[in-house]
């Protein structure tokens, strides 16, 4: 019965569409044939006949005369005084004047081709003609304005599609008997494909229930070499198939005992009664706990969730959860695996203990941007807010020290932006470093000459001994001399004034060294660990009023780990502190390196 229906539906959809395809492809040559016999007598090869209608509209009696004119043409326009007709209009109007038959013989309605003539006519283009052709409507036509002198008229001619729906009526009867044919033709043909096919799949069925008994060893006859005989050749095949796939299966369970055995994530799982069926070593070392085997899901996570209610869950639903064990934190997931007797629950363990701790720095770090651009933006408002309600009665003088101070802190914003850009793109990797070789001593002098003022106003002595000799090494100079600068700058900014500040170097075999030391205000112990930390300052006031952002010393930090070196606080007697800049004379292999 399925294969008649099918045979059925096919030959109706297949007639369907040659039937829609046929007529709609008869109205187009019916169309087209139409608009192309109108062409041919109105279009611009015939201009001058055009203008031939144009001079008879303009005498007094004008629609004879077209009327007279358009009879000539009467067969090039396919005027058959049936179907198809002419008349002449009044341009403005639309009334009938005269044509090839009555009044009566036109539309009720104006059509859209001679409301387009219409306008034309009012516009005075006389130019545009309505030619539009619609193939859903049940008449074709053409409206022609023609402007002569003062008169105007409009040839309007109408086809009324009589010809193409008997024609499609036609058609329509020969589809259908075609398909009542092909319909019946269907119908033997099905049962008789079906009575072939039928008796096979029943013998089929059959060895399929002793193959679903557990019986592996019976074989059905191959009766043909057709479709059915290669199924049931593949059918006999599947039998055999069946131990390989069992064995297979045995030994993909050996795998995932070996996956779950070393991978990192802790799986335990547990039956429909809450006993220990798998723990992997991972789930004992995040638990920090040997798993027994009698252990039981009340003991291990009773307090987390009920062990029914995860049992109760409908796949691929879970639970998800978070464990604290010691200074772990374990996200839980619970989910039932299989169903009824055979069920149970898997719970796999994830160690999430860095990722809380990096959701904590990025809180921090957006809480100090917010309070460090906050600071500014506060400071830049009160003043401007204080020079826009003066209107005029500050003193310049005091109205150029609050421009001054606005300027001050949108160059501070400007700064802390810019520090955090380098930041971004130094996590991201996305600050290349330029390589080359270049004199690690001269980049030293070359620091100190450009702090050398700024130190001098301070009133502080600034002293760098360089040493016999300097090796070149590998980095970006532009770069290690920014750390540098950082590194002096800070020394000369919180150091009081009339300091003192020495630099100084020195290599090993495989690496060079520069120390800043400065008898300034120094660090606390307690602050030591968090020096190179984002936004963090010792002295905050002092930070703020010389234009610091914090962020100096961690872009440092950043630049000398890319060069595979180190930034770091050295022991320091008396007050003062001591920065000590490290790296390797020779980078690891990479990119090509120019010699300077």
Known sequence: MKLTLILLLLISSLMAVVGAFLTTSVSSFYINTFYQQIDSVFGQDQKSFVADLRSGAAQSDGADLIKEMLEVRAGELGIDYRTRNYFVLDGVTGDYLDGSAGEDALPLEQSTNLLTARNSVVSGDGTTVGDESDITADYMDVAVPILGGGNAFIIYILDNKDTVSELNSQLALLIMQALVIGLLISVLLSFLLSKTMVGPIEKLTAGAEKVAAGD???????????????????????????????????????KLDTLFLHMTDGVVAFDHEGRLIHCNPAANALLQQNVEPDCTYEELLGDLHPFRQVLALRQPNYVADELRVGERILEVYLAPFSAKDQGGVLIVLHDVTEQHRNEERRKEFVANVSHEL????TNVRSYAE?????????????????????????????????????????????????????????????VARANALNAKQRGHELVYDPPESLPLITGDRSRLEQVMTNVVGNAIKYTPDGGHIRITAGSTEDTVWMEVSDDGIGIPEKDREHIFDRFYRVDKARSRESGGTGLGLSIAREIVQRHNGTLALMPHEGKGTTIRLTLPIAQKKGPAVEEE
Do not use: K, W
Request: hydrophobic fraction near 40%; proline fraction near 4%.
């Open 374 to 377: 906050r600071t500014p933006l």
């Open 386 to 446: 204080t020079l826009r309600d003066a209107n005029g009665d500050i003193p310049q003088e005091m109205a150029d020290s609050f421009l001054d101070i606005i300027i001050n802190e949108t160059d501070r914003m400007t700064h802390i932006v810019q520090d955090l850009l380098t930041l971004s793109r130094l996590d991201a990797g996305n600050a290349e470093l330029v390589l080359s070789r270049f004199p690690f001593g001269e980049a030293i002098e070359s």
């Open 216 to 254: 592996f060893d019976s074989e059905l006859p191959v009766e043909s070499t057709d479709e059915i005989g290669i199924l049931t050749g593949t059918f006999n095949e599947m039998a055999g198939v069946l131990q390989t796939t069992l064995a297979a299966m045995e030994n993909e369970r050996n």
